[in-house]
C-alpha cells in the first residue's frame, strides 16, 4: 500500500485534488457509456481502458468501488443537440429491426470486445429506456423548481434562469451570455425561448417508434437526462467520481451539472475526470475522413489503414502507454512498438523464474514498487508506472545475463511489483498466462489423445489412419516422433 495521497486532475477546478471519497471507504464511480447503434472502436476503447485503470486502482487501494457505466439505448439524437432522429431508432429503421433488437446486438459486441481487453464489467450497467420513470421525476422536479418549461408537448431546461442563481459553464468554462451572442436568432417558430436552452424531455413525432406516456404527453427523454437520474438513483444526490471523454464535457456533462443542481440543489459530482482524444496519423477520427477504425478490424487486421492484426491487450497497453490527459496517436507504428514492449515485459517476467538468487544484489530494486505508486497516485500516471516497470526489465535481463546479480527477496519483490502493477493494475499478464495456460492444456490433452489413436492404428496395422493422422498433423507444422517411451510431438518452427 501506499503513504501518498492520490491527486486526480478535476476538469470543474482544473487542478490537480488530493482525492478524498465522500463514505470512504466506499467511492461512487460513474462513468458515461456507449450508445449502442454501431461497432465500438478506437474511441471507445479509451474512455473503457481508462476508467478500467481508475476503477482498478482504486479497489488495489482498499476501496469499496461501486462502479456504474450506462447504455444509452434511446435518446441520444444525430447531431448531439436536440435535432435529428434517434441514432439508435435510425439504425433500426434501415436495418428493419426493433430499436431494442439494434440495442441488444450492439450491447453484446461491446462487451465482447471489451471482455477480450480485459477490461473489467461495471457493478451496475444501466440502461436509459429502463429508467424512463425516473427521468420523467427528474424532469418534474426541475419543472417544479421553475428551471424548465413546457413547450408543445416537450420540456426544454432554461439556462439563462438557471444560470441567474447557478452558473451554467462552470465545467466547460463557457459563458452563457457569450453563448447566447454567438447563435443564431430564434425565429419565434422554435419551441425553444432561447438558444442555448436543451431538451429534457421531447414530444414524439407520429413515426418516432421509442415513446412512453408522460405528463406532458408521448415522448421520451432528452440525452442529458439518462445519467443525470442514473447516477442519483445508484450513487447518490452527490457522489465521488464521473468520468468520460472530453468530447462529453459540453453539453452533456455541463447539462448534467444542471440537471442535478435544478432537480435536487446539489452537484452531483465531486471530481470530473475526462480522457483525451484518439487521432489516427494525426488527424482526428470522423465517419466521413473513413480512418474509423473497430476493434475488431483492428484484432483482425482486416482494415485498409493496418499492416497487420493487433492483439486486444496490445491495444490495451498502447492505450495505458499514453497518459489518459494526453491526445494518443494512432499509427501502426505507434502499435507495433507497443506490440515488442508488451511481449519484452512478459517475457521478462518469464525470465524472473529461470534466475538464480545471489548472495547479494549489485542492484538496487527495493524503490521500485513506491517509484510505480507514487506515478499511479499522480493523476493515474501510467506511462510513468510503465517507465519503471521497463527499468525492472533491463535489470531482469541484465541479472540473466549474469552482468548483475539479485538475492532471493529482491527477485521476490520484482515479481510482487510486475504482479501488483502489470496484472492487477494495468490488467495485462493474468489474462495471457491464463489463456495460454488454458489453451496449453487443451492441445496437449488433444495431442495426447490424437497420439493414442494413431498407436492403436499402427498395433491394428491401420496404415491408412496412421498415414492420415501424421499428415494431417504435418499440415498443422506438428512434428511427430516416435521413441522407444511412445511418441512425442513438437511445432516446427
Ligand atoms: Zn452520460
Known sequence: MTAQPLLITNSLSRKKEIFEPLNPPFVGLYVCGPTVYGDAHLGHARPAVTFDLVYRYLKHLGYKVRYVRNITDVGHLENDAD??????????????????????Y???????????????????????????????????????????????????????????????????????EEMMAGSRELDGQDEKRHPVDFALWKKASPGHIMRWPSPW????????????????????????????????????????????????GKDPVRYWMHNNMITIN????????????????????????????????????????????????????????????????????????????????????????????????????????????????RIINSAYDKKDSLTKVDLQELKETFNIFLNEVFGLSATIVENQEQNT???????????????????????????KIRDALNDLSIVVKDGKEGASWEVKK
Open 83 to 104: 435535432e435529428g432522429e434517434d441514432k439508435i431508432a435510425k439504425k433500426a429503421r434501415l436495418e428493419k429491426l426493433e430499436p431494442m433488437e439494434v440495442v441488444q
Open 217 to 264: 404527453g408521448e415522448g421520451f427523454p432528452g440525452w442529458h437526462l439518462e445519467c443525470s437520474a442514473m447516477g442519483a438513483k445508484y450513487l447518490g444526490e452527490t457522489f465521488d467520481i464521473h468520468g468520460g471523454g472530453m468530447d462529453l464535457l459540453f453539453p452533456h456533462h455541463e447539462c448534467e451539472i444542471a440537471q442535478s443542481n435544478a432537480a435536487n
Open 106 to 176: 450492439y450491447t453484446d459486441r461491446y462487451h465482447r470486445d471489451m471482455d477480450r481487453m480485459n477490461v473489467l464489467r461495471p457493478g451496475i450497467e444501466p440502461r436509459a429506456s429502463g429508467h424512463i420513470i425516473e427521468q420523467i421525476e427528474m424532469v418534474k422536479a426541475i419543472l417544479e423548481a421553475g428551471y424548465a418549461y413546457e413547450s408543445n408537448g416537450s420540456v426544454y431546461f432554461d439556462v439563462p434562469k438557471y444560470n441567474e442563481s447557478y452558473q451554467y459553464g462552470k465545467l466547460s468554462g463557457r459563458n452563457v
Open 441 to 467: 492444456q487443451i492441445i496437449s490433452g488433444l495431442m495426447d489423445l490424437i497420439l493414442d489413436i494413431r498407436q492403436q492404428a499402427r498395433k491394428d496395422k491401420s496404415w491408412d489412419t496412421s498415414d
Open 282 to 393: 494525426g488527424q482526428k477520427m470522423g465517419k466521413s475522413l473513413g480512418n474509423f477504425i473497430t476493434l475488431q478490424e483492428f484484432f483482425s487486421g482486416t482494415h485498409e489503414t493496418l499492416d497487420q492484426a493487433y492483439s486486444p491487450l496490445t491495444i490495451r497497453f498502447f492505450i495505458l502507454q499514453a497518459h489518459y490527459r494526453s491526445t494518443l496517436d494512432f499509427s501502426n507504428e505507434a502499435l507495433q512498438a507497443a506490440e515488442k514492449g508488451l511481449n519484452r515485459m512478459l517475457q521478462a517476467i518469464q525470465t524472473l523464474d529461470k534466475i538464480s538468487p545471489e548472495p547479494s544484489s549489485s542492484v538496487d530494486v527495493s524503490q521500485l514498487r513506491n517509484k510505480c505508486y507514487e506515478a499511479l497516485n499522480d493523476d493515474f500516471n501510467a506511462p510513468q508506472a510503465i517507465a519503471h516497470l521497463f527499468d525492472a526489465v
